[in-house]
Structure formats: C-alpha cells, structure tokens
C-alpha cells in the first residue's frame, strides 16, 4: 500500500505561483512513477503532468507547458509541483497518483491517490 497526502494548495492571484507537495508513506515511494491530476468543478478529472521513478523523464499536458514543473526527491519521500504564471483556468483539486512501472496520462491504471488539494486563481 502506498498513502499520499499533498498540500500547498490556497488562493492565489493569476500571475502568481504556488508549489504542491505529495507526501508518501507505505511501500516502496522510490519505485513508482507519480502523476499529478486535476478536477475543476463539473469537469472531468484530467492529466497535468507525471514524472518516472527516477525522475529522469517527465511528461506535461499541453496547457500548462512551461508554468508547470514536476518533480521528485526520492530522499523525502516527496513530488512537488512548481505552478508559475497561474491562470484562472488552472482552479481544480488536485491530486496526486502513484503506481508502479512508468508513468502514464490515464487515471485509471493508477491505483493510489491522495485526498487533493484545492488550488484557486483569481483573475
């Protein structure tokens, strides 16, 4: 079993920056590849970005390329997600997932998720 619980997450004006935090605890943290979703009220949940087990490969949704970094210190048992240059549009839960093997961009084959965090843009 892997548990995640992620924070960072608040109101920010567009323009401006936060950075989500997805704490690990159970099995093995260093072996699977971590994606980060998001759900905006009415929407579907969607892909935001997911990076490999060791962090040398990363992969982004096409909408926030360049604001967006994701990264991982296997050391913490930790993934961050760097937000740049928020926009409304960016205000959804997000959520973090784990699961063994590589990354991916479909929510269903991760099967361990934290509770989210609620990130909100202002324009």
């Known amino acids: 079993q892997v548990q995640l619980v992620e924070s960072g997450g608040g109101l920010v004006q567009a323009g401006g920056s936060l950075r989500l935090s997805c704490a690990a605890s159970g099995r093995t943290f260093s072996s699977y590849a971590k994606g980060w979703f998001r759900q905006a009220p009415g929407k579907e949940r969607e892909f935001v970005a997911a990076?490999?087990?060791?962090?040398?490969?990363?992969y982004y949704a096409d909408s926030v390329k360049g604001r967006l970094t994701i990264s991982r210190d296997n050391t913490k048992n930790t993934v961050y997600l760097q937000m740049n240059n928020l926009k409304p549009e960016d205000t959804a839960v997000y959520s973090c997932?784990?699961?063994?093997?590589?990354?991916?961009?479909?929510?269903?084959?991760?099967?361990?998720w934290g509770q989210g965090t609620q990130v909100t843009v202002s324009s």
């Open positions: 990076i490999s087990w060791s962090g040398g490969s990363t």
């Open positions: 997932a784990a699961r063994s093997g590589g990354y991916s961009t479909v929510t269903l084959v991760y099967p361990y």
